[in-house]
């Protein structure tokens, strides 16, 4: 039995969906693209150019949810298959686009030995299944950050890599990137390297930039995943019940069209939503309602046949402390009871702009346990009962028991040094180390014994080769030395 946590009556899920359909085909959606209006024009939809403005039809709704697909697959560099969003299956990534990172209980802005250290980390991380362009280097020019930061993590490690375009020129040089790893067009598509995240702009509107990027990757046979943000209370309605119609509305929108872009195109209906706290007027990302409105709007993606993805497992947090393990762990494990196939978040701090490496270290570890709670409880040679009690009871121990050493590692998980697990006199004997030092020895041990990528040289040097011109076409002569 796999645990399960649903926070949806069926009822109440289909009258979600109903409304958000409603809000599509009555209120319509604010395109500021040509292309993606004629686009949806040609199929039927209701479009007004000069108000870049599109009423869907509710036949176009039911025909781009016949066409997506319900689950597809993610590759390594090395064409190794390391993600399967389909069914529950959970996978953990960390989380994107940082500006800042946490450096020795210091924020700052980070530069490209800091995404090359955290690339190193990340390959070593067995709980997180890809990577993601978790920070922004502050060290090339603002029109190849997105880029750069791909480039970077395909030299340095093998993991798929969830990441997103900032303009329309970009997704080109991105493309090109991928494809001198694959080999071809072919290659790609049959083994997506990559996820770019798409997100519409609440309420209920998409810029030129990002329905294009749904567009492009629809024709090129890379996923994306849909990354509606609400704001409870500020760009969307308090209710979690009204703000999950609008989630509706921004992520059906998007699904149609990259359906009709590429029938078949895969997708995560996702999200990044959050409640605001109108205190402070912040967007609070650990808060349990923006986790209920993640977990909900999961299910109703799975009902509507698509895999999932959410921005759950991080923390507003400032530091690496207790609300820092408590609102990510809250997260990762109600995410992993919902089956939300793609948990980004680990890593993250203060409100989605903040990446750190010893929360990283951390925060594996409770993928490492959420991972084993939705694994259940399942008999191992447990019946009958009464041969290993008679054991237990003539050796007074099981220690060495054949039961014990046959499923030892299968039944119980250990964790790594992060988590301390000694007791107080043998803790001390280790130098009584707090959890920030124990995780930032763990992330200098990872870099240490780093093994370095095996993207074959030529493809190493081609897309050198790629960036390179990619960096001098925005005036910089010479990418920054990677050490």
Known sequence: MRPTLKLLEDDLREKIIAEGRDLLCNIGVEIHNDDVLGLLGDHGAEVDLAAQHARYTDALIDTALSSVPSGF????????????????????????????ILDQGTMRKPHTGDYIRYAKVVSGLKHIQAQS??????????????????FLSLLYCEKPVVTGAFTIEAFHIMRDLQLAVRGSSDELEAKPLTVFSCCPTSPIKWSDVTSQNVVDCGRAGIPVEFVSMPLSGFMAPVTLVGSLIQHTAETLSGVVISQLASPGAPVLYGGSPAIFDIRYETTPMGAVETQMIDCAYSEIGKHLGMPTQAYISLSDAKQLDAQAGFETSMGATLAALSGINSISGPGMLDFESCQSLEKLVLDNEICGMTQRLVSGIEPREDFPSRPIFEELLRDKHLLIADHTRRHLRDEISFPGPVVNRANRSRWLDDGGLSLGQRAAAEVERLIASYTPSALPEDVATELGRLMTAEARRHGMEKLPDRG
């Open 73 to 100: 697959k993610l590759y390594d560099v090395c064409g190794n298959q390391t993600n399967d969003f389909s069914g529950d299956n959970v996978h953990f990534t960390p989380g994107s686009a940082a500006i800042n």
């Open 133 to 150: 362009t978790a920070f922004i280097p502050a060290d090339v020019p603002e029109d190849i950050s997105d880029s750069y930061r791909l």
